[in-house]
């Protein structure tokens, strides 16, 4: 899959509902790198993780010695290599695996699979993919390999789309829309949505318990992906999408009930600082709110602020985290006005404790954006500290 990972949790809860043993590959992690390669549904151990890199150890060694050490592989394509090593020794039926980067450019892109998925494009990663949407479009479409099965996510459109479908008619690649799914959601905030799936067998109706009007569009492409599979005889019943009840995909809007209360989500880019912006209008949570922001670069951090600021009676700037921006060269390049009820923290861990001090008892949602490892360390702070996110699933 190119795009939003939690597509490839949907389709580990609906698989494993259909009987099927499921590795499930995802990237980036928010903790620590055994969240990125799951066997069943659960999280792979640290000793699983560290047997099976000691014994694909001479693997690698040998790859460096005959080719050199441009061939010495990545972090991220070393995982890759474990994963496949762990999904094959615990005979897998089914693999899904998220990309790092686009597609092209990512090394997934030289495994032959049935069945790719794009979920959206967006501008990100720009010197790697590209400074333009039909660029980045281009390259995401390299995550299908030839004579297999591309879905493409609803809001896919305009020169990006055609991009797309310039690309799959060049290398022979079967184009399926998501958007053709009829799917009825019935928005409960927070605690996600409410689902009916029209068959020709009868309605599907289950919760979905991520929030977000983004995650209805990757439900559709999850079960479009389903009926593919199905056609392949590679799934028993597409109804098993119902197991989507119980997927997870953590510090993505996910709600932590308190007073104060966390909201964390890991926009980071224009395209989800707007979907973020879009939800906390209609779903905030009631009482006063602030955001606690950090970003990886200063651009992206103002551009955030632009968008997500307006919003809340206060905002709170934090670095301390892996590849975090100073948060007083942001505060810096802000405005005057920008200025009023912006502070500065030093750490995520620092933030926590003075804002858990300062709005004890209080109604307020502290709502966390700007970075996947701000809200992977905010989520560990919170887990460590007692306070367990909702696990409300319907209303």
């Not at 494993?16 to 043993?21: E, F, G, I, Q, V």
């Not at 495994?111 to 790719?116: D, E, L, R, Y």
């Not at 948060?327 to 804002?355: M, V």
Request: aromatic residues 6%.
């Amino acid at each position: 899959t190119s795009g939003k990972g939690s597509v490839g949790a949907m389709l580990e809860a609906a698989l494993l509902n259909d009987r099927k043993s499921v590795g499930l590959f995802t990237s980036p992690h928010l903790v620590q790198p055994t969240e990125r390669i799951r066997l069943g549904g659960r999280d792979v151990s640290s000793e699983a993780l560290d047997d099976i890199a000691v014994r694909t150890g001479p693997f690698f060694q040998r790859m460096i010695e005959g080719f050199g050490l441009r061939f010495r592989p990545s972090f991220f394509e070393a995982l890759v290599v474990l994963a496949f090593r762990l999904f094959t020794e615990a005979h897998c039926d089914l693999a899904v695996m998220e990309v790092a980067i686009g597609g092209s450019n990512d090394i997934l892109s030289l495994v032959p699979g049935p069945v790719s998925i794009i979920t959206s494009i967006g501008l990100d990663h720009l010197d790697e993919l590209g400074s333009t949407l039909t660029d980045v479009a281009r390259d995401k479409a390299g995550v299908a390999t030839p004579d297999s099965t591309l879905v493409i996510g609803p809001r896919i459109d305009g020169a990006a789309r055609k991009e797309i479908e310039h690309e799959a008619e060049r290398r022979g690649i079967r184009l399926v829309e998501a958007a053709e799914t009829a799917v009825r959601a019935t928005d409960r905030g927070i605690y996600g949505h409410d689902i009916e799936i029209a068959t020709q067998a009868g309605t599907i109706a289950f919760h979905l318990p991520l929030a977000g009007s983004v995650q209805v569009d990757n439900l559709k492409t999850a079960y479009r992906t389903l009926r593919i599979l199905e056609e392949k005889g590679l799934v028993t019943r597409p109804d098993c999408i119902a197991g989507a009840v119980q997927a997870r995909w953590p510090a993505r809007l996910e709600y932590f009930p308190g007073r104060p209360a966390w909201l964390l989500d890991s926009a980071h880019n224009s395209l989800a600082f707007s979907a973020l912006s879009d939800f906390l209008r209609s779903s905030l949570p009631p009482g006063r709110s602030s955001l606690l922001l950090g970003a990886s670069d200063l651009e992206k951090a103002i551009e955030a602020l632009s968008i997500l600021s307006p919003l809340f009676s206060a905002v709170h700037l934090v670095g301390g985290f892996f590849k975090a921006t100073d948060p007083y060269a942001i505060h810096g390049a802000l405005s005057a006005t920008q200025k009023e009820n912006t502070e500065c923290f030093a750490d995520p861990e620092t933030a926590f404790c003075a804002l858990h001090q300062r709005l004890a008892g209080e109604e307020h949602c502290i709502v966390v954006a700007g970075s996947l490892y701000l809200a992977g360390a905010c989520r560990s702070i919170l887990l460590t500290s007692g306070h367990p996110p909702s696990r409300r699933t319907s209303t």
